[in-house]
């Protein structure tokens, strides 16, 4: 699935990286990169399969949303992997890459091939290698082995030290056309139109995840408290446990979204300032009493909190601390 068959929108990014290795210009670390959901995993799997087993006479196939879904959840199963694909990635119940890891990755590169051929490391996400772990990469960046290669994959390459970005080559991926989206969405044009409204940047692949553990409506729920947030007519403190239940992950990430299309949308300048939700028209306007600083500084908190989960932090309190941001001044409740 990932590792055979290609996003539509990444066979251009495919095709630079097997012209340079075709060309003999092909480094030996790429960091590859661009906004989240929009398929870096998949392009480093596929264009590692091609290194492992040999170039290839023909584009892949192209992914299917429901194959995106199936292979995501399980890309780390030992029995989807190539013998000589080596991947690093949070262990389980963490939220960074050890120095262990990548010690012992760098031991097993100076090993020989189980093909003969070539070796590859994929980094998913590199901008979770601890300091420790980052200065331990150095050296296998700066001495490769033969035929090896490493693919860092991140959505937040600016977190990663200089000394590991400068040695790397790198592939910016830009977000995919709507055109290309609309042939490829379940949904077509209608879908498409409704990732514009909530995802900015057109990140396809985190909108799939997002309708798919959304089958029991709780994103409009989330609307509906939102909404009711910040007009200040609901109660904070019952929609931050609330929130603070079930997957807190999928949670936050959904807030970021919607805050970064409310921002999106009072930045610009030349269209409507009505912020819209498309589930809901009764919700238009609903942010209309927050502030662009006050949005700026709940999602900067609210990506904050989603980065510490993994600390072991008291996720109630913090969710709470984070919804009472929203509550205008005016007053609590």
Not at 95 to 101: L, M, Y
Not at 152 to 178: K, N
């Amino acid at each position: 699935m990932l590792n055979r068959s290609l996003c539509p929108w990444l066979l251009p990014a495919l095709e630079q990286l097997e012209s340079a290795y075709a060309h003999q210009r092909l480094g030996h670390a790429w960091l590859i990169h661009g906004p989240e959901g929009i398929g870096k995993t998949n392009l480093a799997l596929v264009f590692a399969t091609r290194l492992l087993e040999g170039a290839a006479d023909s584009a892949p196939d192209a992914l299917a949303p429901e194959h995106f879904l199936a292979g995501m959840s399980n890309r780390h199963e030992a029995q989807n992997h190539h013998p000589d694909l080596h991947w690093l990635y949070p262990e389980s119940g963490k939220a960074s890459i050890s120095v262990e890891q990548v010690r012992g990755v760098s031991e097993t590169l100076g090993l020989s091939s189980y093909s003969g051929s070539a070796k590859v490391v994929v980094i998913e996400p590199a901008d979770a290698l601890t300091i420790a772990a980052a200065n331990a990469l150095l050296k296998t960046l700066e001495e490769p082995t033969r035929n090896s290669y490493l693919l860092l994959v991140s959505h937040r390459p600016g977190v990663l030290p200089a000394t590991v970005r400068s040695r790397c080559q790198q592939l910016r991926l830009q977000a995919p056309q709507r055109s290309t989206l609309t042939q490829w969405f379940p949904g077509g044009a209608a879908a498409a139109d409704d990732l514009d409204s909530y995802a900015p940047q057109l990140a396809p692949l985190r909108w799939l995840e997002s309708l798919e553990a959304d089958r029991d409506g709780a994103q409009a729920t989330r609307s509906r408290q939102f909404a009711d947030l910040v007009s200040g007519v609901g109660n904070p403190l019952a929609i931050a446990d609330d929130w603070a239940k079930g997957d807190t992950d999928h949670t936050l990430d959904w807030l970021t979204r919607r805050l970064q299309g409310l921002i999106r949308a009072r930045c610009d300048r030349h269209g409507s300032k009505l912020i819209t939700e498309s589930a809901d028209p009764s919700l238009h306007n609903a942010a209309s009493a927050l502030s662009l600083t006050r949005l700026f500084d709940r999602l900067e908190e609210a990506e904050r909190l989603r980065r510490e989960l993994a600390g072991g932090i008291n996720v109630q309190l913090a969710m709470r601390a984070l919804v009472l941001g929203f509550v205008p001044d005016k007053g609590l409740p």
